[in-house]
């Protein structure tokens, strides 16, 4: 079952608010959705800078080259 990043920033953030430590977040978020659902570095990192955002942070990188209009319209 795919899980949405969305979903698992708000168990995330529901449980940095409950008091729980980042091993017990993402053991409890793994057992509810999956084992591929969250890594523990990663609720490790967020509970250490106190990241309490629910929107995904732009990141650098290479830009999608294709336009997914485009794309269909070649389909």
Request: glycine share 6%; charged share 30%; proline share 3%.
């Amino acid at each position: 079952m795919e899980v949405s990043k969305d979903l698992v920033r708000c168990c995330v953030l529901y449980d940095f608010k409950e008091g729980l430590s980042a091993a017990a977040s993402s053991h409890r978020i793994c057992q509810a959705f999956g084992d591929s659902a969250v890594n523990e570095r990663t609720t490790r990192q967020k509970f250490r800078l106190r990241d309490l955002s629910l929107c995904g942070k732009p990141r650098s990188g290479r830009p999608h080259a294709l336009d997914d209009e485009a794309l269909q319209a070649a389909i």
